[in-house]
């Protein structure tokens, strides 16, 4: 039936590699979902009965059957775009410095043109009419904000082709300005401070069996799964040049693993649980440094893997979400500015305490184990403190967040929902791109301020000349023609200045 026939208490059938169409519970049946939408996080999730399922994330290769709970606008998807569409509409646009100081200045000018008019017409010599009007138009012409007009945009549009190059995209002139200002950046982890997707990370073998061979029976077997662990063993050999061979007989287990015959040997992959099913002592005396091992090895944000052949355990493989190599100078970067970082992840705290370690974070700097809204929730409790916040994520779950922070940014290789509820993105995915962003930002808006700088100056001393004061000392008078020239050349140099930002270094 169509998705928007379904009603609460409705069971639902839902078969391997299918879409969740709306939030529930599991009432029959065991799987591992991809939950990346809602958490970040790459690795499947398992599923049995009386667990809670989420709409639109993606069923692994396991059959469910699920009673629902929350539909259409109820749903969590649901909830995620509300939250990003209510953060965007009360996002109140900054009015620009320009627009602020046109709505002094331009009566001011208009009031000194009526001023020198009235003063020629009572004051100045024959014919009084017609030194009025040329004197007048001459402060008006001289006077004519175009310098004024231009001194904002023409930087930004500088500044936002300059980022570009540099592989930062601004949406909009309030980014380029907000960016600069920023007190708190808050960061996602997967995707973000990490590549986001799992890696081979440690193979370790018991007794006289070589690593290598460990990794090659393993992923021999792996390569018949459509797990993102296995996937991550599969490419680990790969990489270290080993030839796989072939399988017979795979068998997966959801939520414990697989095994297979290769080469004449039975190979078994996964964890505690299905050692146990297949009758192995991992709790065996002789075992207990790699059960350790691995323990610590899950302390330190990895999936861990055991390997079992023929029946005996032999070895362990653990996979990881590697750190980004621009990460830590990235972050050092912006904490010698005087940003303060904040991670927040939906991951579980061991794996966020371990990256948080990695980056020198300390505990007060990150939060895990939250959803989408609990992050949106952290930004505006630092926006209460008066801080002014920028989020960087790469997410759907990341969205909310995104949309409710002073400047949000998103990874270029992230979500099109991160990208299109940020207002800056890093083509690349690289954090460094933050802290060129931000000089970028910098450097813009002391170029806007010396051009309103020069254009006032422009203005303070031409207005008077335009108006005559030299007339009685010098007898010089500027006509409109000369006045249209300065006026013109004004806008020139505003012009000049504000292209010096493409030679800027960020």
């Known amino acids: 039936v169509p998705v928007d026939q379904v ?6 059938r839902i078969r391997p590699g299918e879409k969740i169409p709306v939030d529930g519970l599991v009432v029959e049946g065991e799987s591992t979902l991809d939950e990346s939408m809602l958490t970040g996080e790459p690795m499947p999730v398992d599923k049995q009965l009386g667990d809670r399922l989420i709409g639109a994330t993606i069923n692994g ?7 629902a709970h929350k539909v259409g606008s109820e749903t969590m998807l649901a909830q995620i775009v509300s939250m990003v569409a209510q953060a965007q509409r009360s996002r109140a646009p900054i009015q620009a410095l320009a627009d602020r100081v046109s709505g002094y200045f331009v009566p001011a000018v208009i009031g000194a043109a009526l ?10 010599p024959d014919p009084k009419l017609a ?57 996602d982890k997967t995707g973000t401070l990490t590549a986001g997707k799992p890696e081979l990370a440690e ?18 077997v792996e390569r018949a799964s459509e797990h993102p662990v296995g996937a991550a063993i599969v490419a680990g050999a790969e990489q270290r040049g080993l030839s796989l061979a072939n399988q017979h007989g795979f068998a997966s287990t959801t939520g414990k693993g697989v095994q297979a015959e290769v080469e004449g040997r039975r190979v078994a992959i996964g964890n505690r649980a299905l050692m146990l099913d297949l009758g192995i002592a991992v709790d065996d005396p002789r075992l207990a440094d790699l059960g350790d091992r691995a323990e610590k090895l899950r302390l330190q944000g990895r999936t861990t893997m055991l390997v079992a052949i023929d029946g005996s355990a032999a070895g362990l493989i653990a996979v990881a979400d590697p750190i980004k190599p621009s990460a830590r ?47 949106a929730k952290q930004v505006a409790a630092l926006q209460a403190k008066g801080l002014r916040v920028a989020m960087a994520g790469d997410g759907i779950n990341d969205a909310p967040a995104l949309a409710m922070a002073d400047v949000g940014i998103a990874m270029g290789t992230g979500t099109d929902v991160a990208i299109g509820s940020a ?8 954090l460094q791109g933050i802290t060129r962003a931000r000089r970028l930002s910098r450097a813009t808006l002391r170029n806007i301020r010396q051009n309103l700088a020069f254009a006032f100056l422009y203005n303070t001393l031409g207005v008077p000349i335009a108006a005559g004061v030299l007339y009685p000392v010098f007898g010089l008078l500027f006509s409109p023609m000369l006045a249209a020239a300065a006026m013109s050349l004004s806008s020139v140099s505003v012009i000049a200045n504000a292209l010096r930002l493409h030679r800027v270094k960020i």
């Open 203 to 220: 193979v370790e073998a018991l007794g006289d069996l070589a690593p290598d061979e460990l990794l090659r029976l393993a992923a021999s």
């Open 423 to 430: 207002s800056v993105t890093l083509l690349n995915g690289d």
């Open 329 to 375: 100078a990235a972050l050092a970067q912006l904490a010698a500015e005087g940003v303060r970082v904040i991670m927040l992840t939906g991951d579980a705290r061991a794996t966020a305490a371990h990256v948080a370690r990695e980056l020198g974070m300390a505990d007060d700097q990150f939060f895990a184990e939250l959803l989408p809204a609990d992050k």
């Open 131 to 187: 030194h009025a009007l040329v004197n007048a138009v001459a402060v008006l012409i001289i006077a004519c904000p175009c310098a004024l007009g231009l001194a904002t945009p023409i930087s930004i549009t500088v500044a936002l082709g300059r980022g570009a190059q540099a592989g930062v995209l601004f949406a909009n002139a309030q980014a380029v300005e907000r960016l600069s200002t920023i007190d708190v950046l808050v960061v």
């Open 115 to 124: 001023l020198t008019f009235g003063g020629w017409w009572w004051l100045g």
């Open 61 to 67: 290769s396991g059959a469910l059957i699920m009673t």
């Open 7 to 12: 009603v609460p208490g409705d069971r639902l």
